[in-house]
């Protein structure tokens, strides 16, 4: 890599890094709040083929920011679906309950 690279390079880690954190604080929310009421989880089905998609182009160009942070982003998003789709059910046997009552 020659030093005209280096700052293309640093600004890609920064991408790469702020790209995974932004998915952090919805992952957060839905922990926390054990709710995922307000997420449009269609989004992040979305988001995995993108991050797949990606992650096949970094592994044919042999670019390992890409490789690392689309691998990482659709490990994020799986887990926002798996855990927004068992909350989204849990959070409609409440609402049947409340209607019971």
């Known amino acids: 890599m020659s030093s005209e690279d280096l700052p293309t390079e640093i600004i890609g880690y920064i991408a790469s890094v702020l790209t995974i954190l932004s998915l952090i604080p919805q992952l957060v929310k839905i922990i926390v709040n054990k709710s995922a009421k ?14 797949t998609l990606w992650l096949y182009y970094g592994i044919k160009k042999i670019n390992f920011q890409i490789i690392i942070a689309n691998s990482t982003c659709a490990l994020i998003s799986v887990i926002i679906l798996i855990l927004g789709y068992s909350y989204k059910n849990n959070n409609k046997e409440d609402e049947s309950q409340m209607i019971k009552i």
């Open 38 to 51: 307000d997420v449009a989880l269609e989004s992040y089905f979305i988001f995995v083929i993108l991050d």
